[in-house]
């Protein structure tokens, strides 16, 4: 079981930033590749980005592209989100995730943080 817990998310005006944490316990950190997930109301879980197990890789979607990077440091156990040039429509649920796939299918991530809360106003 891998336990994870986000932190970070906030209102901000758009073309502002912020930073999400994703702290990790249970099994080894490094195991697991990590993806960043976010849904907005009334729409599907979509998929943010992904980082490899030692982070020498990661993927984004494209509207996000440019703006977002994820980053993370296996000896905390902690992922993150750096977020600017933040838009009204990134305003939703922030989710961090967890799986041994190389994957963007939210499916095939077996275990989720609680989510963070990012609200951006124009």
């Known amino acids: 079981q891998v336990q994870l817990v986000e932190s970070g998310g906030g209102l901000v005006q758009a073309g502002g930033s912020l930073r999400l944490s994703c702290a990790a316990s249970?099994?080894?950190?490094?195991?697991?590749?990590m993806g960043w997930f976010r849904q907005a109301p009334g729409k599907e879980r979509e998929f943010v980005g992904r980082?490899?197990?030692?982070?020498?890789?990661?993927s984004y979607t494209d509207s996000v592209k440019g703006r977002f990077t994820i980053s993370r440091d296996n000896a905390k156990n902690t992922v993150y989100l750096q977020m600017n040039s933040l838009k009204p429509e990134d305003t939703a649920l922030y989710y961090c995730?967890?799986?041994?796939?190389?994957?963007?299918?939210?499916?095939?991530?077996?275990?989720w943080g609680q989510g963070t809360q990012v609200t951006i106003s124009s």
């Open positions: 249970g099994q080894t950190f490094s195991n697991y590749a």
């Open positions: 995730a967890a799986t041994i796939l190389v994957s963007r299918n939210p499916t095939e991530y077996p275990y």
């Open positions: 980082i490899s197990r030692i982070g020498g890789i990661t």
